[in-house]
């Protein structure tokens, strides 16, 4: 029997498959790559009884229009996404998000856009049949690394299906909530002191906006100009995610997924690990203010998300 | 030696050897980085999912569903570094051409450097070069250190692309941008060497932190028949 795939009828705008992310690679240069909105990575895998770390299809803005070959399949789309499934017979169907359906071959599913978010999770039961590169799935654009030549996905592009289960499958629901409060938690970052007390206060209290300079790599942000009163410039070394940093403009970027691994601008502070989901999520034109945990706190906020995240995937509807 | 260690947000730890960048000092966080990754290998320690070495400075990622700041930097306070375990640091020559074609800044080096092509070239080419690091993007080396009449701020304005294999000098040091990239170094000229290989899976940079790096200039003909 042929192998199932998706055909691909439309790119959309950043299309690829990610994972948990690539790790022990940052000394040369690869970044960790892995799905922006970790959680909801994890739920569309769970909606399909994956394994929680089986590659996914990640979409941003306007998503990809699918046709299924060859099969029949169970999937699920996690995320704020409005998106439809167009049957063979042309019959159209509002689709849910947090929700299982079964596709037959030659539906589509049509993700026409996300919603109040940047970005989406397709999975199908099964999983995507692909090649790991350096223990990850994740498609690097930057570096062009893992499936599909590490490119993102385009027009006539196909995504091969491993064996989907379509029988023993249970539909499944998440009861998913998101609200989003536009608080970014940080901690302090290396470079604190660099800038002026006015520029701290700023900092805190003032409102920065998320600019059109937005994608998997990094988030610029644009507000009042941050003071710096030691260097504009460091020795170049390690980032990770979340890190704040603020060149000489004195406007803050926010280093995601994909971001270069070194870097030489000084760091504010760092993005706490439970708020990274929801802060890669947001969308150009949100307003959104920082505020400052301790390491003690942040940990303690981490272990809360964990056990949402794990409340989540335990609920069985 | 580690100097200080503090935590960058809640899933790194930020290992300061000195703000100065020397060979002593990065050799240091370069012994640090083999002894941390065999370690890793050898499974005496879990949770690290990333070490970054730069010139002074190793950061060391974790996953906080596993360890936390507080284990890894007692980890790392009692580590005893043997100084005996030397990697195998190789030297490594690199082709380069640097017609005009491919020097694309030579007008801007000439004009701020107040000395010309020729001196330019004699000077870059009659040193081996220490990789401090590599990073940025995917086995881009960072090398140094220039002799002190080649050294020239970065662009005012960075350039959106830079070519593949282009090869720039800013400041002290020297680089390769090894895909096309934006960035901001002055470009002296073009490598036809493939300088990361993702077919490599053990090691996918040609040119890693502690080796010795010597260029050579190749004429265009050279460059364009150029086979790996």
Redesign the interface.
């Known amino acids: 029997m042929n192998k199932a795939y998706f055909e691909i009828l439309r790119g959309g705008v950043n299309t690829t498959i990610q994972d948990k992310g690539r790790n022990h690679l940052y000394h040369v240069g690869i970044a960790v790559s892995g799905a922006i909105d970790q959680r909801n990575f994890t739920l569309s895998n769970r909606l399909v009884e994956n394994q929680l770390n089986e590659p996914v299809v990640e979409f941003a803005y306007q998503g990809p229009l699918l046709k299924l070959k060859n099969g029949k399949i169970n999937f699920a789309i996690s995320g704020d996404i409005f998106f439809k499934i167009i049957r063979k017979n042309l019959e159209v169907e509002d689709g849910e998000c947090y929700k299982s359906y079964i596709l037959d071959e030659e539906d589509q599913i049509d993700i026409i856009s996300t919603k109040n978010s940047t970005y989406g999770y397709l999975a199908v039961n099964g999983g995507f049949d692909l090649k790991k590169t350096w223990g990850s799935y994740s498609i690097n654009t930057k570096a062009n690394i893992g499936p599909n030549d590490g490119k993102k996905y385009s027009l006539n592009d196909k995504i091969f299906i491993k064996k989907s289960d379509t029988k023993n499958i249970i539909k499944r629901k998440i009861n998913y909530i998101y609200s989003p409060d536009n608080i970014i938690r940080i901690i302090k970052g290396t470079n604190f002191h660099y800038f002026s007390k006015d520029a701290i206060d700023k900092f805190f209290n003032e409102d920065f906006l998320i600019t059109n300079l937005v994608d998997r790599m990094g988030m610029r942000l644009k507000g009042p100009k941050l003071e710096n009163i030691v260097s504009t410039n460091i020795k170049s070394e390690g980032l990770v995610r979340g890190v704040i940093q603020v060149p000489a403009d004195g406007n803050p970027i926010i280093m995601l997924s994909d971001h270069g691994t070194v870097g030489g601008y000084p760091k504010i502070g760092v993005v706490i690990t439970a708020d990274l989901d929801f802060a890669g999520q947001l969308t150009p034109g949100t307003k959104i203010k920082f505020k400052e945990v301790s390491l003690e706190e942040a940990q303690n906020i981490f272990k809360a998300y964990t056990e949402d995240t794990n409340n989540y995937l335990n609920e069985y509807n | 030696m580690v100097k200080n260690i503090?935590?960058?947000?809640?899933?790194?730890v930020?290992c300061d050897f000195g703000?100065e960048?020397n060979e002593a000092i990065n050799a240091s966080v370069i012994d640090y980085?083999h002894h941390i990754s065999k370690l890793?290998k050898d499974k005496k320690i879990e949770g690290i999912?990333?070490?970054?070495?730069?010139?002074?400075?190793?950061?060391i990622?974790f996953d906080?569903?596993i360890t936390?700041?507080k284990k890894i930097k007692n980890f790392i306070e009692g580590l005893t570094i043997n100084r005996d375990i030397k990697n195998k640091n190789q030297k490594i020559k690199i082709p380069v051409c640097c017609d005009d074609e491919y020097g694309l800044d030579f007008l801007r080096l000439t004009e701020k450097l107040i000395i010309d092509k020729d001196k330019i070239l004699e000077l870059y080419f009659s040193k081996e070069y220490f990789c401090y690091?590599?990073?940025?993007?995917?086995?881009?080396p960072?090398l140094g250190d220039l002799n002190e009449n080649i050294r020239c701020d970065r662009l005012e304005t960075p350039r959106l692309k830079m070519p593949k294999g282009s090869v720039g000098i800013t400041e002290q040091f020297a680089n390769i941008y090894?895909?096309e990239?934006p960035g901001g170094w002055n470009i002296i000229g073009n490598t036809p060497k493939k300088i990361?290989d993702?077919k490599n899976?053990d090691q996918?940079?040609l040119v890693?932190?502690g080796d010795k790096v010597s260029f050579y200039q190749i004429t265009k003909e050279d460059y364009l028949n150029w086979n790996e």
Do not use: C, H, R
């Open positions: 503090s935590n960058l947000g809640d899933a790194a930020y703000s960048v980085f890793i999912t990333n070490l970054t070495p730069s010139y002074n400075k190793l950061i990622s906080l569903t936390n700041y690091m590599t990073g940025f993007i995917a086995g881009m960072f090894t895909f990239s990361f993702d899976l996918p940079a890693n932190p």
